[in-house]
Each structure stands twice: as structure tokens, then as C-alpha cells.
């Protein structure tokens, strides 16, 4: 069976169309450069950038204590968070702000100002003072901390995303959205600062009978997921610190439950209590959401870590290729992660999926952590269909479509990980599109 390619039917420029992808992907420029620097930009002698007319080098800057709290350039004003009213339940109470994860300049550390921020009943802002957090239910000694107690058992800090499970949400379909911020900047990554539960537990001491945990939230909405004893005891932390400074409101301040690398919804914000029982709960949530319905007409219901899963930030269709010429060298970025594992390698494939190269892996390489990759390579200005596929050290590689609907269909909003393709137009132009067969 031959491919065809499906384009994105929203935000999309142009048309619809399904295109053959053997007429689209003739003649393709398929050689990757092994190594390359961009060549650099000719400057002009008279510059403004190195005279000494610029304005901003003729006049004091402004002055060091102008900021208390450090502000980003004026010029960075596009680089935002952004929402849809498709993904929303009808305000923005109960909504998703998505991440440019397209912006982000490097690394695997998310800006708390860009943290995607996906809340039930809006962001709760909380009193430090007057915060308390009850440990509760079986417990040996059940107890109400204020955010100071809390803060003075041994901290540690780690670097981990959060994911909102319905990331990607509207492409079981078909391509949606012409863009990588509505497509995928439903997670972000921080490094947090917090206690482990497992710490914590050893102090108050946990009930054999305990198999279930109710984390509370103290927003309006109240949001109650409930976990298993096994992952509290693992990995969870309660998280008061963000990038080095108190969470930030929409991220829960002043504490939130961490729980790496599973289903951002457990990561339950402006906690409130953890209740610890021997079955789980039947949060109103739980029964009708977070579910996935499966062919069969069945569905999954407990279904946590989020699998491993890559997209490719640069280019992306917020970020094209327009200002390249044919022939110049250029690098082709992205991010993978795993809430499994940790992400072993990137493969990138020029020509939708029919060869494959290793990306480069660059910077730090962490489990349950966003990793970095890189391929640079001598465009020649050919379109191209460009495709990542992360594999984590669990052995799991993602999906085909194809292979994706064939196992769990397409009637599920959660837990969407396969490999995603941008089609760059000979004049840089970058869509969304769906690759099949
Ligand atoms: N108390 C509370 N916790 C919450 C939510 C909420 O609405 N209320 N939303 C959850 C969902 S669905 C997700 S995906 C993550 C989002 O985390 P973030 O807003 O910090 O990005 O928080 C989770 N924790
Ligand atoms: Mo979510």
C-alpha cells in the first residue's frame, strides 16, 4: 500500500488535500552532512548593530535596582503562551495555556513564565501562611503540616516534564492544527525542588493495609486523582520549588504533588491533602475521564505513564525554513522524552519514515526528563517530510499512525505518541501532516 499524506485542516493556509507522496517525495535530497557550520552572515561596515549611533549605546541603560523581580526583553513579546477555544470547556477557567515549546531556546528547562498551565477551576492564589497539607487515612501518625514544616524535611531536586495526557488530543483523526504549540505544548519541564514522599512516609509511617492514595486540591475545582502506594513510595515528591524559586501560582503554588514521568493530571496542584486507603477512589474524574476506549469497546482505565514520544521543534510550522537558501547548512532540533524511561536514541527521517539516521542526543540526558536532539544537515531546498522517533531504554520505540490506530483505534483523547511529520515545501513553508499506510 502505497503512503499518502494527509494535511492539517485548521490553521492550515491552504487546502485539504491528499496528496500521492510518491510524486511529493521525488527527487528528494537525501545525504545528511556528518558535521557542518553555518556560514556567516556578511556584515556591512556601517552595521547598525557595531556603530556607535545604535541608540541604546549613546544613553544610559536603565538603572539596576529598576527591577526588583528581572523582566524579559520588550522584543521577546511574542514568545507566549497561547490558547484555542477548540481545546477549552467553553471559558478559560477550565482551560489549557499551551507552551511554545518551539521557543524555547535550548536545553530541557521550561521558562516558569512559558510553564503550559492546564487548570479545572482557574489558578488558586494562596496564602503561604495560611497553607496547611493534611497526611491522613493510614497513616501511623496523621498530621497537618504548615508549608515551614513541610519545608524542613530533606529536599532534593530533579528535572522532570509534566505532560497533560491529552497533548496532541486532536490528531487521532487526522492532522488538526498547523502548528507544534497546539499540537504538542500541553508539557513543559522544570526543575523541582521538593521532598520525596518515600522520606516523608518514613517519618509519619505508612499502614501495611495501604494500597491507594487521594491527592486533593485546594482550587475550586478541587481536582482528586488517586494513585497506587507502589509509585508514591517510588518516585513522587511533594514540590514547593520551580527553576529555583517558588512554584509559580498556576503550577500549584505553594506545593503540588510531583509524580515523574505519569499522567499530568496526578500531578495534583494546590495541594491540599493525601489521604493514603487499601482501594482507590472513585473521584468523579476517574470514572468518566482519563480512560482509553479501545476497538473492542472496552476501555483502559488506569493507564499512568505517559510513553515515549518526540517531536521536531526546529523547523516546525511556527518556525519554517523560508529564510534558507538552497544549499545552506542548518540543524534540525527537537525534543524527546519518556515517562518510562530514559530516551536511549533519536532516529530522523528526511523522506516520511522510508530511512532513518540516529540523531545526536545533546546535553543532559535524564529518565523522565525532555532530551535534546540534533541532526544537522545541507538542505537543498528540495521538499522533505521530516519524522522522529524516540526510543526509551524500556526498549519501546514509538508508533506508526498506523500502528497506533491499529491498536487502541482512534475514540481515545489520551495517551497519543506516534511519530509526527512536518512536510517542508521547497520554499520553506512547514505543515502539519499525517503520514499513512
Ligand atoms: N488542583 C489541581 N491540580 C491539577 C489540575 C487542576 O485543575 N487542579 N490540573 C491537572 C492537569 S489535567 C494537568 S495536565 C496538570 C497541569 O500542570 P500545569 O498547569 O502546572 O502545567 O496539573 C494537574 N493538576
Ligand atoms: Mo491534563
Given at each position: 500500500?502505497?503512503?499518502?499524506i494527509?494535511?492539517?485542516v485548521t490553521?492550515?493556509?491552504?487546502?485539504?488535500?491528499?496528496d500521492?507522496r510518491?510524486?511529493?517525495?521525488?527527487g528528494?535530497?537525501?545525504?545528511?552532512a556528518?558535521a557542518?557550520?553555518?556560514?556567516?552572515?556578511?556584515?556591512?561596515?556601517?552595521?547598525?548593530a557595531i556603530?556607535?549611533?545604535?541608540e541604546?549605546?549613546?544613553?544610559?541603560?536603565f538603572?539596576v535596582?529598576?527591577y526588583?523581580?528581572?523582566?524579559?526583553s520588550?522584543?521577546?513579546?511574542?514568545?507566549v503562551?497561547r490558547?484555542?477555544d477548540?481545546?477549552?470547556s467553553?471559558?478559560m477557567?477550565a482551560?489549557v495555556?499551551?507552551?511554545?515549546i518551539?521557543?524555547?531556546?535550548?536545553g530541557?528547562?521550561t521558562?516558569?513564565?512559558?510553564f503550559?498551565?492546564?487548570?479545572?477551576?482557574?489558578t488558586?492564589?494562596?496564602d503561604?501562611n495560611?497553607?496547611?497539607?493534611?497526611i491522613?487515612?493510614l497513616?501511623?501518625?496523621?498530621?497537618?503540616l504548615?508549608?515551614a514544616?513541610l519545608?524542613?524535611?530533606p529536599s532534593?531536586?530533579r528535572i522532570h516534564f509534566?505532560?497533560?495526557?491529552?497533548?496532541?488530543s486532536?490528531?487521532?483523526r487526522g492532522p488538526?492544527?498547523?502548528s507544534i504549540?497546539?499540537t504538542?505544548g500541553m508539557?513543559?519541564?522544570?526543575e523541582?525542588?521538593?521532598?520525596?514522599?518515600?522520606?516523608?512516609l518514613?517519618?509519619?509511617?505508612?499502614?501495611p493495609?495501604?494500597?491507594?492514595v487521594?491527592a486533593?486540591?485546594?482550587d475550586?475545582?478541587?481536582?482528586g486523582?488517586?494513585?497506587?502506594?507502589e509509585?508514591?513510595?517510588?518516585d513522587a515528591?511533594?514540590?514547593w520549588?520551580?527553576n529555583?524559586?517558588?512554584l509559580?501560582?498556576?503550577?500549584g503554588y505553594?506545593?503540588?504533588?510531583?509524580?515523574p514521568?505519569?499522567e499530568g493530571?496526578l500531578n495534583v496542584?494546590?495541594l491540599?491533602?493525601?489521604?493514603?486507603g487499601?482501594?482507590?477512589?472513585h473521584?468523579k474524574?476517574?470514572?468518566s475521564?482519563?480512560?482509553m476506549?479501545?476497538p473492542?469497546?472496552?476501555?483502559?482505565?488506569?493507564?499512568?505513564?505517559?510513553?515515549?514520544?518526540?517531536?521536531i521543534?526546529?523547523?516546525?510550522?511556527?518556525k519554517p525554513?523560508t529564510?534558507l537558501?538552497?544549499?545552506?547548512?542548518v540543524?534540525?532540533?527537537?525534543?524527546?522524552?519518556s515517562?518510562?524511561?530514559?530516551?536511549q536514541?533519536v532516529d530522523?527521517s528526511?523522506d516520511?519514515g522510508d530511512?532513518?539516521?540516529?540523531?545526536?542526543?545533546k546535553?543532559?540526558v535524564?529518565?523522565k526528563?525532555?532530551?535534546?536532539?540534533?541532526?544537522i544537515?545541507?538542505w537543498d531546498?528540495?521538499p522533505?517530510?521530516l519524522?522522529?522517533?524516540?526510543?526509551?531504554?524500556?526498549g519501546?520505540?514509538?508508533?506508526?499512525?498506523?500502528?497506533?490506530?491499529a491498536?487502541?483505534?482512534v475514540?481515545?483523547?489520551?495517551?497519543?505518541?506516534?511519530i509526527c511529520s512536518?512536510e517542508?515545501?521547497?520554499?520553506?513553508e512547514?505543515?502539519?501532516?499525517h503520514?499513512?499506510?
Amino acid at each position: 500500500m502505497s503512503k499518502t499524506i494527509e494535511k492539517s485542516v485548521t490553521l492550515a493556509s491552504n487546502s485539504v488535500s491528499t496528496d500521492s507522496r510518491r510524486g511529493f517525495l521525488k527527487g528528494m535530497f537525501m545525504s545528511v552532512a556528518a558535521a557542518g557550520v553555518v556560514a556567516p552572515v556578511a556584515l556591512k561596515a556601517d552595521d547598525a548593530a557595531i556603530t556607535e549611533e545604535a541608540e541604546w549605546g549613546v544613553k544610559l541603560g536603565f538603572p539596576v535596582d529598576k527591577y526588583g523581580y528581572g523582566q524579559r526583553s520588550p522584543y521577546e513579546h511574542n514568545v507566549v503562551r497561547r490558547v484555542t477555544d477548540l481545546l477549552s470547556s467553553g471559558d478559560m477557567y477550565a482551560s489549557v495555556a499551551m507552551c511554545p515549546i518551539h521557543e524555547l531556546e535550548g536545553g530541557i528547562i521550561t521558562p516558569n513564565g512559558l510553564f503550559f498551565n492546564r487548570s479545572h477551576g482557574g489558578t488558586a492564589i494562596i496564602d503561604p501562611n495560611k497553607y496547611r497539607l493534611m497526611i491522613h487515612g493510614l497513616i501511623e501518625k496523621p498530621i497537618v503540616l504548615t508549608l515551614a514544616q513541610l519545608k524542613r524535611y530533606p529536599s532534593e531536586s530533579r528535572i522532570h516534564f509534566i505532560e497533560c495526557p491529552a497533548n496532541g488530543s486532536a490528531e487521532w483523526r487526522g492532522p488538526q492544527f498547523n502548528s507544534i504549540q497546539f499540537t504538542k505544548g500541553m508539557m513543559s519541564s522544570a526543575e523541582w525542588t521538593g521532598v520525596k514522599l518515600s522520606v516523608l512516609l518514613e517519618d509519619l509511617g505508612v499502614k501495611p493495609e495501604a494500597k491507594w492514595v487521594l491527592a486533593e486540591g485546594s482550587d475550586n475545582s478541587e481536582m482528586g486523582r488517586t494513585i497506587p502506594i507502589e509509585k508514591i513510595m517510588d518516585d513522587a515528591m511533594l514540590v514547593w520549588g520551580q527553576n529555583g524559586e517558588a512554584l509559580r501560582p498556576d503550577q500549584g503554588y505553594p506545593v503540588r504533588l510531583l509524580v515523574p514521568g505519569w499522567e499530568g493530571n496526578l500531578n495534583v496542584k494546590w495541594l491540599k491533602r493525601l489521604e493514603f486507603g487499601d482501594k482507590p477512589w472513585h473521584a468523579k474524574e476517574e470514572t468518566s475521564k482519563y480512560t482509553m476506549l479501545q476497538p473492542s469497546g472496552k476501555a483502559i482505565r488506569f493507564f499512568w505513564p505517559m510513553e515515549v514520544n518526540s517531536i521536531i521543534t526546529s523547523p516546525c510550522p511556527e518556525k519554517p525554513w523560508t529564510d534558507l537558501k538552497k544549499g545552506d547548512v542548518v540543524e534540525i532540533e527537537g525534543l524527546a522524552w519518556s515517562g518510562q524511561g530514559t530516551i536511549q536514541h533519536v532516529d530522523v527521517s528526511l523522506d516520511g519514515g522510508d530511512n532513518w539516521t540516529e540523531a545526536s542526543l545533546k546535553g543532559l540526558v535524564l529518565p523522565k526528563s525532555w532530551t535534546r536532539f540534533s541532526m544537522i544537515i545541507k538542505w537543498d531546498g528540495k521538499p522533505l517530510v521530516l519524522q522522529s522517533r524516540a526510543t526509551d531504554d524500556t526498549g519501546n520505540t514509538q508508533p506508526t499512525i498506523n500502528q497506533e490506530i491499529a491498536a487502541v483505534g482512534v475514540e481515545s483523547v489520551y495517551h497519543r505518541n506516534a511519530i509526527c511529520s512536518w512536510e517542508v515545501k521547497a520554499n520553506g513553508e512547514v505543515n502539519n501532516v499525517h503520514v499513512r499506510g
